[in-house]
């Protein structure tokens, strides 16, 4: 074991032990905890650019830690891994300058700081979790790192929240559990292989069945699928940096990328089909979409609002996997990169509204265009791409998706992504209107915010504006969901 | 790398007899403040690096049997260590020293300054509890029982009427516990004419002499429904006898149920028996922890806690196998690092803010967020979260009921862990709260502790979460001289 | 004449354990536990004699006179908290009204 191939550990170990020292500096060495901060993310950063040129190159990278007889802690990484590590340390950084910025003068930054990296640090090793046994791992620490996040505010509502965020996901944790137990009681031990390894005949249909969806339910819950969902829009609560993490990077990717892993590689697209569970697990994903769309347009609260549209979008992915499709499979993934650069945009503008102008409701938006023009700007740059304006990155997806949907031969999809790109702008556009072309009534004074939370906000935006409009271009993830298609498909094509 | 040729025939008397002269000592020296503070201590990190030698002799050579006085079984008593008795002699060493290291750096406040007697009857009863470990004859198994009843009780009293209470329900349940085990010892001798467990295991046991023994022993565990004296005498008990009892004394007992189940009584009930005790241990799991869930003192909490969790050895006998087996083991030992970490993070917490309701727990973390810390870290190895130790005990359990075909047990063990989750997490909700108003913020009184007082409760906390990570080695060892061995 | 034995032995056993369970006073219930022991020591007795035909067992008459030991070690520790109990509450059992107050 080479220290190149042990570097998806080293991916771990920087949020782990940033999150260790930010512990132990305590509550009043500010300085040193933003080194710390932003010195890990950085590292991560350059680590993660390392990997990704090495994986495209077809290297291989990966450790195995020995854990208890016939287990092993498997970390590596391959195009899928990246995929989620890249976005998580991307946005990590950037969510961590907004985070500093944000909390400026709140107590328990020492708290929120380390817990915050250990969340960064789960999600990590989510993704370069090379079994069912490690995810789970890292899927569990995951949830109990982002409780303390959800309850930071320490008031009965967020106490609350963090009570049925519990409720719901260590529930989750447990069927998933019983899943992966009882997969390995039946399949034996095995590492994430492209097409899975699971053989056809390693136990009855029903309970092979059985397995693959208690286990989807267990990975549900965190993806919020219907009717697994009520945790998220509950988690509003907590601090703006929070809800971005939590809706961009963290807790419903961490479910979604369980939801791909096991469709590719643990099961196998094959095996998935021959069971029939990727068309349910399609249609749950098609009623989420839905279901959630039609709630953001009735929720008043503009974090409500971007939970319930969170609800919506995370089942693009699912969607795009269950149809087990080429075109549909890199429209799902893709969404995975492109929901969380536009949802991270959304939720940086919301909480700097509220934090600035003490905009918080919807029809508050008033005006905001003129008061807050760049963060508006950024708002809307991400409300279009939501919503699938094209080219922006929302578009790129749907595309994808419809095209995968009609050579899956399930047309019923395209009138799925029509009547949710509908209900999109039907709850997108107004706020754009009020914010933009109605006027609060009062004085119209310019007042920005801060330079912590402007800058991520803008470079979100620009990111989210950059992945779709250079979609076609060599490293966008347009790109790199192809090359992990062509390999799922090439190495495994479907019977 | 120390060799095992050093040990371990004269380790296994060292462990017994160490603490047990101590105790005389203490007693003979009452007046000699610096030993009565140091003696506790100093025998703790002595006595500690000898499980070194002694696991690595057990895990290489298997089970060490010693005859005392070199008489062997049927006449004399023998001592037997194989895995699980290094598990539980690891366990009663290492609470053993962090227990005297709180102690030692608790005594410079008078408030939390041990008595002469305290100290006396501690020594005893390590001592008798390692002898616990290693007997090998049920009569000696008896004897020993009485005097970590004894001393137990004497751990208890000491802090006014509900002590008093509290210690009169303890002695009382163990002596009745007492003599229905040595009614079964009596009917096993009718049965076998022996009392050596080795033996025993080739001559099989009569229902009633199993019945009997399993009581009593349950009685002496606080099994559910046989609970009743433990929650009371643990909350009220002071905090360094809180983390003995709880980690150590209960648990002397469910490994003798353990140990019993395995070797002697393997056969002796019907499959239907084996999985109504086993709805009986599941039961107290799930009537621990729904009692845990809605105490309203933090001690009380951990104790009904304690209650929920020694349920799980009564899966054994219906999972027979060696994945249980190693799961039980390490849930034992998980169980018992966690425990004796929570109930002295509490204690400090109950020094720093003088009260343990949960409500009044409101910010602590501004004071007290290293014994929070050591709380959660404890409470997530007992609910089973990865990393820690607990996990991968549960892990094992609900893969042996799976493999056993037994999926219900499955179902019960991963929900239970849902339930330690929400006891755990309630208190942590608590501390976490916002105080409604700054006044009602807790009073600065973290002074008082000392730094080996966070300390003790923080080594074994990360003990409990970093054994999970050495599974591969504790499984093996767990194994090692018992009658299950994993399938290859 | 040993089935008489047993059967005496089974029935002080029960009673003994019933007293304990059942009756509210500290003393009385430690007079029961001692009952139970004593119920034991028949038992062991009755086992160390066996039919009468050959030596009598000395296993179990060793198990007597290590529990008569046990025995009369443990009932003057509980007599000794008994008083100590009664002299800090005012009471002679555990159903006392002069506990209410702390029992929860």
Redesign the interface.
Known sequence: MTAYAALPLWLVLTSLVAAALIFALGEARRRARTVVNLGAAALKLVLVGVILDGVAAGHLFSVRLPLMPGFDLVLRADALTMLLSTLSAVLWLITTVYAIGYLEHSPHRCRFFGFFSLCVAATTGVAVAGNLFTFFVFYELLTLATWPLVVHRGTAAALAAGDVYLRYTLGGGALLLLGVVGLHAVAGPGDFTAGGFVPVDAAPAWLLTLLFLVMFVGMGVKAAVVPMHGWLPRAMVAPAPVSALLHAVAVVKAGAFGIVRLTYDVYGLSLVAALGVGLAVAAVAALTILYGSLRALTATDLKQRLAWSTVSQVSYILLGVGLGNPLASVGGLVHLVHQGLMKITLFFCAGAFAEVAGVKRVDELDGMGRRMPLTMAAFTVAALGMIGLPPLAGFVSKWYLGLGGLAAGQPWVVAVLVASTLLNAAYFLPMLRRAWFNSDGGAVEVREAPLALLAPTLIAAALALGAGLLAAMPWSPLQWVTLIAERVYLLAPPS | MIEPSLTPAWALPALVFVPMLGALVLWLLPRWQPLQRWLPAVLGLVLLPLMWPLGHAVAVDGAVTLALGGHRAPLGIEWYVDGLAVLLLGLNQTVAAAVGGYLWGAWPHAAQRHSPGFGVCWLLLWGALNALAMSADLFNIYVLLEIVSLGGVVLVVGRGAGAFAAAMRYLLFALTGSLIYLLGVALAYADAGTLSLRLLADAGLGAPAVTALTLGLMFKAALWPLHGWLPAAHAAAPTAASAVLSALVVKAAAYLLLRLWSDVFSGSWTPALLQALAVIGMTGVLFGSVQALRQVHLKRVIAYSTVAQLGYVLLLPALAGALAWQGVALHLLSHGLAKAAMFLAAGNVIIAIRDDRLDNLAGLDRVLSGNLFIFAAAGMSLAGMPPAAGFVAKWWLVRAAVDAGQWWWAIAVAASGLLAAGYVIRVLRAALASPDSFAEAPRHRARDLSPAMVAAPALLAAAAVALGLGAAWLGPLALAGSTWSLAP | MTALYAVTAGLL?GA??YG??ARPG?IQ?LLA?NV??SS?FL??VV?AAGDGSAAADP??QA?VL??IV?AVS?TA??LG??R??RS??G?AS?ESD??R???D
């Open positions: 056993f003994g354990l304990v369970l500290l219930r536990l139970m022991a034991i038992y062991l086992l296993v179990p198990m290590t529990g046990v443990v520790f509980a908290l008994v100590w109990f800090e509450t009471a555990l002069a506990l107050r702390d029992d």
